[in-house]
């Protein structure tokens, strides 16, 4: 039987990129390896839960689910995240986006005024006040998604639907 998937990961792989995930759900949780074991009455000793982490072992999905449980996290918490739409966004594999607060500021129906207000947020929030123009980072599409109603990988074409896209002026112009 092969232990490939379909993308060509292999099982190792797999078990690695979720040791990562127990590992880093582990340590922003503040626990050492100890201190996991003695909060779960020994269940998940040092050793075991450090081989998990590495990859080195794979864990079964009770474990795992009482591993979620002890941590106070969703059990999906624990797997290894897909390359989403969401994840692309999340980690700068799209485009900036740069939005005109001149044009911006002359809207009021619909959106606009919601737009007005968040934009304000980032511009105190970043110490940003230029007035004419402000980048979109990653982490803004999601409340842009929520205030225009679309999905995240949608933000751009509805900011460029609303006329809001910064055109830098022409150099020859």
Do not use: W
């Amino acid at each position: 039987m092969n232990d490939d998937d379909q993308s060509g990961e292999t099982s190792a792989d797999y078990n690695r990129r979720i040791g990562a995930r127990l590992r880093s759900i582990r340590r922003q949780r503040k626990l050492t390896l100890v201190e996991v074991e003695v909060d779960s009455r020994a269940e998940f000793k040092p050793s075991v839960l450090g081989a998990y982490e590495r990859g080195e072992r794979a864990i079964s999905v009770l474990r795992l689910a009482r591993l979620a449980r002890l941590y106070s996290v969703p059990i999906e918490q624990l797997l290894p995240h897909e390359h989403s739409t969401v994840d692309r966004v999340l980690n700068g594999d799209s485009a900036p986006i740069a939005v005109d607060l001149v044009k911006l500021a002359g809207l009021t129906i619909g959106p606009f005024d919601k737009l007005q207000r968040f934009f304000r947020l980032l511009e105190i929030e970043r110490h940003d006040f230029n007035g004419k123009v402000i980048t979109v980072r990653a982490a803004d599409r999601r409340t842009l998604a929520l205030i225009l109603e679309v999905s995240i990988d949608e933000v751009r074409s509805a900011m460029d639907r609303c006329d809001l896209l910064y055109a830098a002026p022409d150099a020859a112009g």
